[in-house]
């Protein structure tokens, strides 16, 4: 089931940034979990990042500490996925999935149980 859609991908030099979002049907991401995942060529979908619904706390994954952000503006129905300091290795599919929760302070970084996703955005670093 797709009700997400992701913006914001793009080609963009090894060490530069980009910024992605995750819109949805109003209050859908208000009151959902949304995490990133991406799926480099020919490599399996792995996550990058998610934030809870109310409280927004985030978890990221190793990879991902300190370069990526994940923020949400509930005003605009809206979670972004800040990237800096791109790599290579970054290249690939980026994906949101939601998962609607109410109000939590958790969130998960394993695509079970998420069960809104997006058709994915489409990130390229190469110089």
């Known amino acids: 089931q797709s009700q997400l859609v992701e913006s914001g991908g793009g080609l963009v030099q090894p060490g530069g940034s980009l910024r992605l979002s995750c819109t949805g049907p109003q209050f859908t991401v208000v009151y959902s979990n949304i995490a990133w995942f991406r799926q480099a060529p020919g490599k399996e979908r792995e996550a990058v990042s998610c934030?809870?619904?109310?409280?927004?706390?985030?978890r990221y994954v190793d990879s991902a500490q300190g370069r990526f952000s994940v923020s949400r503006d509930n005003t605009k129905d809206t979670v972004y996925l800040q990237m800096n300091g791109l790599k290579p290795e970054d290249t690939g599919v980026y994906y949101c999935?939601?998962?609607?929760?109410?109000?939590?302070?958790?969130?998960?970084?394993?695509?079970?149980?998420?069960?809104?996703w997006g058709q994915g955005t489409e990130v390229t670093v190469d110089s």
């Open positions: 999935a939601g998962l609607r929760t109410g109000i939590t302070s958790t969130c998960e970084l394993t695509p079970e149980g998420y069960t809104s």
């Open positions: 934030i809870s619904s109310g409280f927004g706390n985030t």
